[in-house]
């Protein structure tokens, strides 16, 4: 039986830019290896997970790629951010996702991710001083701008709606209960959220990017409220003994939570200045240990958020450079796909279809790896949560 190597760029599909003459960040893009790949290789396309019509998100989409039916095994963002932060959580815990932004006195969003700031540790200090009866406060810096929001005590509910509209120009939300167990949990959040308010604006940290031009970080944008459930493991489910390389903590939360082992990597910040040769020399010599590897890539998706269409196209451009050590696996399926589309002129995740090669067994032919010609693959168009019985057939 050969073994699995899945790399997923995130966010890797996206939709044709004018300014590049109506191509997509990858088919724009220079990927010999990725073309080599695919012409070698079978091809294919899988259309994105998502729920009730709703944009798809990077922990549903990942699920289904592993196969697993978000609307069952999936605890909340917040959980699987704690996990990858490392945070020792609690059956009973509820856990959130949060994002450092910036906004007026109105609280009127002006940064969702307050410039994409990354130093964030003597914010979340200062946050950690905040004391509120009947409940235990933890938070932990996450991925970027992100941090870590745990509420540990008695009656708490992860029933509650996000602050976060999720768009700039608008007010942020009060947070509410959906049921009426939620009350308290509600009532909790909104007194964490004035405290944490107070905090960041006289926060010298703050006070130093406003003289420097830079927005502050002045609020926390919540949302993911999940607790922790239990889940059957990657390797009961596929008898595949399974390993993970990420930078992002969520999907670092994403591998822990099925069981896989991590595999650290210096430099791996899921950033664009990742170390992404050691990402890959890394895979290539842990799968003599492990018979499936999961190594995820981050930055295209950040890219395309942020509506930078050229710099989405370059480190496409450098995954492809890096990925040519893996060229000489043998009994190696290497697999590589993205979990959602992001769309550089929308910058956000939008519905669509992924691009999938699949190396190592059968023939396509195809001349590049892109959206258009991946779909006209062996592999066919397919649910994305049948990607793995599609790598299983293959092997």
Not at 60 to 71: N, Y
Not at 151 to 157: M, T
Request: glycine share 8%; proline share 4%; hydrophobic share 40%.
């Amino acid at each position: 039986m050969k073994k699995i190597l899945l790399i997923v760029i995130d966010g890797l599909a996206d939709e044709p830019i004018p300014k590049l003459k109506n191509k997509t960040p990858l088919e724009a893009a220079k990927t010999k290896n990725l073309d080599f790949l695919a012409k070698e290789g079978v091809c294919g396309a899988t259309i994105t997970w998502t729920e009730k019509g709703k944009p798809p998100t990077s922990e549903d989409t990942h699920f289904a790629i592993f196969g697993f039916d978000p609307k069952k095994s999936n605890p909340g963002r917040g959980v699987l951010e704690a996990l990858g932060a490392s945070m020792k959580i609690k059956k009973d815990d509820v856990c959130f996702r949060g994002n450092f932004a910036s906004v007026d006195e109105n609280l009127r969003i002006v940064d969702r991710r307050a410039g994409r700031i990354e130093e964030t540790e003597s914010l979340i200090s200062s946050l950690r001083k905040i004391k509120i009866k009947g409940v235990k406060i933890f938070l932990k810096k996450s991925f970027g701008h992100r941090l870590v929001l745990v509420l540990r005590g008695k009656g708490l509910s992860e029933k509650v709606t996000s602050n976060d509209p999720k768009k700039e120009g608008t007010f942020v939300l009060k947070i509410l209960p959906k049921e009426k167990k939620a009350k308290k949990t509600a009532k909790i959040l909104e007194e964490f959220l004035d405290k944490a308010r107070s905090i960041l604006k006289g926060h010298p940290e703050n006070k130093k990017r406003i003289k420097e031009g830079k927005l502050p970080a002045n609020y926390i944008l919540l949302r993911g409220a999940g607790k922790l459930k239990k889940v059957e493991s990657f390797e009961k489910k596929y008898k595949l003994k399974a390993a993970f390389i990420a930078g992002g903590t969520l999907y670092k939360g994403i591998g822990k939570y099925f069981g896989m082992k991590e595999i650290k990597v210096k430099g791996a910040t899921g950033m664009p200045n990742t170390n992404l040769r050691g990402k890959i020399l890394a895979a290539k010599a842990s799968l003599k240990n492990f018979d499936f590897l999961f190594l995820h890539i981050k930055a295209a998706d950040t890219f395309a958020e942020d509506g930078d269409f050229l710099g989405k196209k370059k480190f496409i451009e450098k995954i492809d450079k890096n990925l040519k050590p893996l060229l000489s696996l043998k009994n190696v399926l290497i697999v590589i796909t993205g979990d959602h589309p992001t769309s550089c002129l929308k910058k956000s995740h939008i519905f669509g279809q992924n691009p999938v090669l699949i190396f190592g067994a059968k023939k396509d032919g195809a001349k590049k790896f892109s959206e258009k010609n991946c779909k006209k693959g062996k592999l066919g168009i397919f649910p994305q949560i049948n990607l793995m019985k599609k790598i299983l057939s293959l092997t």
